[in-house]
């Protein structure tokens, strides 16, 4: 059963409603974000090159909120120099190129993919 609305009230419900909307939203994505950021971590130590184990184990998070946004998660290695070079080879010092190993993009591409319908059934689900 439809909630009757008097005419003078209805701008405010139709922003009650909206606000109501936009909050599952945020939170559907927030909740959503975090898991997909933990995904990534694992794939990236598991495709990360291995000759130590060191930097394949040097994935990290960091996740910033702040009042009234999305948390944003930044996922980077703590050896930041060494992901270029491994991701997209790099030059010898006697001349001649180390093979690029492709891990992080890979990665990135099944995340985000799925992030993306993560997003759209966030908005989908709380339309309903």
């Known amino acids: 059963m439809a909630k009757q609305v008097d005419i ?15 909050r599952e939203v945020v ?3 927030d909740t959503s974000s975090e898991r997909i950021a933990k995904e990534a971590i694992k794939k990236l130590k598991v495709t ?3 000759k130590t184990g060191k930097y394949a184990k040097s994935w990290k998070q960091k996740k910033e909120k702040r009042a009234g946004e ?24 006697g001349g001649g190129r180390v093979e690029a190993i492709p891990h992080i993009r890979p990665a990135e591409r099944e995340v985000v993919e799925q992030f ?6 966030a908005i989908r689900s709380a339309a309903e």
Not at 116 to 121: F, G, P, R, S, T
């Open 116 to 121: 993306v319908k993560d997003v759209e059934e």
């Open 48 to 50: 990360s090159p291995k």
């Open 27 to 29: 939170d559907k994505i």
């Open 70 to 93: 999305l948390a944003a998660h930044t996922i980077y290695n703590e050896k930041g120099w060494l992901t270029h070079l491994l991701e997209n080879g790099h030059g010898k010092k």
């Open 8 to 22: 003078n009230n209805l701008a405010g419900e139709i922003a009650d409603a909206l606000s109501t909307y936009s």
